[in-house]
């Protein structure tokens, strides 16, 4: 079974990886996809969308699949159903990212091994956002 990464791991990933390509990426305010990018955006990421039924998220141009994304990505954020992932994950490890990141409630377990086998840390079933906030806000890293 595969195991995320500890807190250590986590936050040397939001620490050196500041490109953020969202697979899932809704242009409708409402959405968890778009509040999360917004956060994300405004703690200083560089955040590329990553939606086929978008042309523009945030006033940036919108990719319908991660190969159309022309620059480097350091983490690779999803917003797709689990039994979506593969396929994403494959994708996404012809870019060559930092992380592969699952969303609070998405789990692939043959994406994150495949992913792992290619040295890319996979982070499952947690909230970007939030482990953000837990993990790099000022108070959290003071008191550590």
Known sequence: MFTNPVDDQI???????????IVGLSDK??????MVAKYMMENGYKIIPVNPRAKKVFNQKAYASLVEV???IDIVNVFRRSDQVLPVVEEALTKKPGAIWLQL???????ARLAAAQGVAVIMDKC????HQRLMSDNNKNNE
């Open 11 to 21: 936050r040397q990933i939001l620490t050196q990886c500041k490109t953020i390509a």
């Open 29 to 34: 305010p409402h959405r968890d996809s778009y």
């Open 70 to 72: 022309p620059e480097k």
């Open 105 to 111: 409630g998405i789990e692939n377990e043959e994406g």
């Open 128 to 131: 970007i956002k939030v482990e």
